[in-house]
Nanobody
């Protein structure tokens, strides 16, 4: 059974940084692309970043470009989201997800992700 467990969320002031982690288990982590999504209260879930199975390709939402960095450590079965220069509008529950198919480059679309973590809360105060 595939499990994804996020950690690293919390309360931070605007301009600060957080690093989210997502530990995966239950299948060969290195064969699957990973993504981060977020959902703010009253809003739909939105794409934040994705990384290919090899780590060679990364993708970002416009809101994340230049501030967030997605990376993965296949030896640790973990994907990270480094978030810098945080803004109040980054406040949301952040979810990691992994794709159904192997050896893909990652996707902006939540429908292409099969397994999801429980989420971690990020709150940015102004």
């Amino acid at each position: 059974q595939v499990q994804l467990v996020e950690s690293g969320g919390g309360l931070v002031q605007a301009g600060g940084s957080l690093r989210l982690s997502c530990a995966a288990s239950g299948r060969t982590f290195s064969s699957y692309a990973m993504g981060w999504f977020r959902q703010a209260p009253g809003k739909e879930r939105e794409f934040v970043a994705a990384i290919s199975w090899s780590g060679g390709s990364t993708y970002y939402a416009d809101s994340a470009k230049g501030r967030f960095t997605i990376s993965r450590d296949n030896a640790k079965n973990t994907v990270y989201l480094q978030m810098n220069r945080l803004k109040p509008e980054d406040t949301a529950v952040y979810y990691c997800a992994t794709t159904l198919s192997t050896y893909t480059s990652g996707s902006y679309y939540s429908d292409e992700y099969k397994y999801w973590g429980q989420g971690t809360q990020v709150t940015v105060s102004s």
